[in-house]
């Protein structure tokens, strides 16, 4: 399976940006999908998820203003983000996972995204 992520860019503060991630390969349903930052010197985090039951996730910072939406016939996870701010520039990685069921019992498969850089500036 890979993900390949398109989007990003340099915006101004107050402008948007669409980050597009989709998955391709031995694909089955994914479980979560989602976008994840990490900016110079921080750790990453995560910035936006949605589950196979169309259950959603913000990091605080970004609600109101980012939006997450996924495409489950394509394989495809949207975060759209309007007002950006100069304390969003980070690179952003798209991240999915599968769950599998073994005889040992349940684990997940996670997959990352190459990262694609986001700038707002000020």
């Known amino acids: 399976v890979q993900l390949q992520a398109s989007g990003g860019g340099l915006a101004q503060t107050g402008g948007s940006l669409t980050l597009s991630c989709s998955g391709s390969?031995?694909?089955?349903?994914?479980?979560?999908m989602g976008w994840y930052r990490q900016a110079p010197g921080k750790e990453r985090e995560l910035v936006a998820r949605?589950?196979?039951?169309?259950?959603?996730n913000y990091i605080d910072s970004v609600k109101g203003r980012f939006t997450v939406s996924r495409d489950n016939p394509k394989n495809t996870v949207i975060l759209q983000m309007n007002s950006l701010k100069p304390e969003d520039t980070a690179v952003y990685y798209c991240?999915?996972?599968?769950?599998?069921?073994?005889?040992?019992?349940?684990?997940?498969?996670?997959?990352w995204g190459q990262g694609t850089q986001v700038t707002v500036s000020s």
């Open positions: 390969g031995n694909v089955f349903a994914f479980n979560e």
């Open positions: 991240h999915a996972d599968q769950i599998l069921t073994t005889i040992a019992g349940k684990m997940t498969l996670d997959y």
């Open positions: 949605v589950d196979s039951s169309a259950n959603i």
